[in-house]
């Protein structure tokens, strides 16, 4: 079984080619097909899934290892959450826009800068902080943790949930079977993952 770094590691791989792609695709203002449009608009619909299951699930077992290591750990974690409760409205913003709606490529630009720099900041400051005190069971017990959470978890963001460890654990199931409903009426992306 992976352990944390590995689950994380393969999540981040996940979503930053994700965003290579929707970067490098055509868009409305090139002149995007309809069709390219709605291979695009589902990409979009991709990423806001695997986003909001990783940090459903970075919130409710990775964030909380991390604070138990002390002030550094706090602050680290504290300036992790910051940043990925900053990307929440921008997320549920692109989950109600279409990819020719004006602010649609905006908004995808902001997220994607801040995507980058938080992966960034995750692995340059809390992986190694976690890496130097946890041993290597409890690194995969918290990789098997993390993956558990992630079949449960909200497949939108849900801005008004606090990025607490209990709230995400109250709401988080619920919010995650709701999502999974509504993704699967509405045909959006592939809601048993």
């Known amino acids: 079984m992976p352990d944390v770094f590995q689950v994380l590691q393969k999540d981040h791989d996940e979503v930053k080619a994700m965003l290579a792609q929707l970067e490098e695709g055509p868009k409305a203002s090139t002149g995007a097909t309809a069709e390219q449009l709605a291979f695009r608009k589902r ?26 290591l002390g002030a550094d750990g706090l602050r680290v974690a504290e300036l992790g959450l910051e940043q990925e409760a900053e990307a929440d409205p921008v997320l549920a913003d692109l989950d ?16 994607t800068s801040a995507a980058r720099a938080h992966i960034m900041y995750e692995e340059a400051h809390a992986w190694p902080l976690l890496r130097a005190t946890i041993t ?21 963001p849900h801005p008004h949930v606090p990025a607490q460890p209990g709230a995400v654990k109250s709401a988080g199931p619920v919010a995650g079977i709701a999502d999974r409903l509504r ?7 592939n809601p048993t993952s």
Not at 140 to 154: D, E, M, N, S, Y
């Open 96 to 111: 109600k826009l279409q990819p020719d709606d004006e602010g649609f490529e905006e908004r995808l630009v902001a997220f």
């Open 43 to 68: 990409s979009v619909d991709e990423v806001i899934i695997e986003e909001s299951k990783h940090e459903a699930a970075e919130q409710q077992y990775f964030w909380p290892a991390v604070k138990r």
């Open 183 to 189: 993704d699967a009426v509405t045909g959006r992306g």
């Open 136 to 156: 290597a069971d409890e690194a995969q017990l918290l990789g098997v943790q993390i993956t558990r959470a992630k079949k449960l978890a909200p497949t939108r």
